[in-house]
Antibody, heavy 124, light 108 residues
Framework: QLQLQESGSGLVKPSQTLSLTCAVS??????????WSWIRQPPGKGLEWIGY???????YYNPSLKSRVTISVDRSKNQFSLKLSSVTAADTAVYYC????????????????WGQGTLVTVSS | DIQMTQSPSSLSASVGDRVTITCRAS??????LNWYQQKPGKAPKLLIY???SLQSGVPSRFSGSGSGTDFTLTISSLQPEDFATYYC??????????FGPGTKVDIK
């Protein structure tokens, strides 16, 4: 059974860079038919998609965050990572990693499973 | 971006009730609509994908319908473990996925 686990700094100072890693177990990050996503949720609020990466390394980012986001993949470690630069208090959120199932024939896709999430607080 | 709205934003219901949650997209998204359940302190869990397909392992009391701009999630007989927040998500715009604001279902 595929499992995802986020890790990284839980406290980041304003203007610095947030860095998180998602370790994938129970399956290969290089498997076809999937992309690997980051999604966040500010405390008490809804969900915001940040971006995703294919095993090939192709990336797609939320236009509202694009200038500050980098997602990368390390196939040797079976993990992928998120960097968000120039953070402010508005970036305080629980950050989730998730696998995106992509069904090319039906042109449909969904997020499953998700990691448990990790809270990142931006504060001096 | 495609905007997603949900109604109601919250509802109170009793065990055994039939519950319906509505999700509306700002433009047609065909059937590219997914539903997730989130319990406090937990990650979202996929319930329904492609508007009406039940994810493996999800109880059959959950069902989804709709296409175009209007979608519904129905719980046919609410169970104690169903009290949670439900989110819809469009996968039509693959360069900008968006979620609805959520519907919180709590105990009456």
């Amino acid at each position: 059974q595929l499992q995802l686990q986020e890790s990284g700094s839980g406290l980041v100072k304003p203007s610095q860079t947030l860095s998180l890693t998602c370790a994938v177990s129970g399956g290969s990050i290089s498997s076809g038919g999937y992309s690997w996503s980051w999604i966040r949720q500010p405390p008490g609020k809804g969900l915001e998609w940040i971006g995703y990466i294919y095993h090939s390394g192709s990336t797609y980012y939320n236009p509202s965050l694009k200038s500050r986001v980098t997602i990368s993949v390390d196939r040797s470690k079976n993990q992928f990572s998120l960097k968000l630069s120039s953070v402010t208090a508005a970036d305080t959120a629980v950050y989730y990693c998730a696998r995106e199932v992509v069904v090319v024939v039906a042109a449909t896709r969904w997020f499953d499973p998700w990691g448990q999430g990790t809270l990142v607080t931006v504060s001096s | 971006d495609i905007q997603m709205t949900q109604s109601p934003s919250s509802l109170s219901a009793s065990v055994g009730d039939r519950v319906t949650i509505t999700c509306r997209a700002s433009q047609s998204i065909s059937s590219y609509l997914n539903w997730y359940q989130q319990k406090p302190g937990k990650a979202p869990k996929l319930l329904i994908y492609a508007a009406s397909s039940l994810q493996s392992g999800v109880p059959s009391r959950f069902s989804g319908s709709g296409s175009g701009t209007d979608f519904t999630l129905t719980i046919s007989s609410l169970q104690p473990e169903d009290f949670a927040t439900y989110y819809c998500q469009q996968s039509y715009s693959t360069l900008a996925f968006t979620f609805g604001p959520g519907t919180k279902v709590d105990i009456k």
